[in-house]
């Protein structure tokens, strides 16, 4: 059976099928994410708030700057 990925919305609950085109989130014009930005994990349930490979949080708390540049 071959695995679904997904891409998120690092900011509301938006998801996409990975294979779909577009890079930003139509509902609030974020970067969409395709693999944990801490490990490299891809995504493959787009419900996740944390990766479940290293724990890191996908999604950036609004106050929060982005530090990240992936
Ligand atoms: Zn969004
Ligand atoms: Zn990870």
Redesign the pocket.
Known sequence: MKKKYYKI?T??Q?FSREEEKGRF?P??G?KLITRCRSCGEKIDNPYAEYCKICGAKYRNDENENEINNY
Do not use: M, S
């Open positions: 919305c900011k509301c938006y989130c509902i609030c974020e």
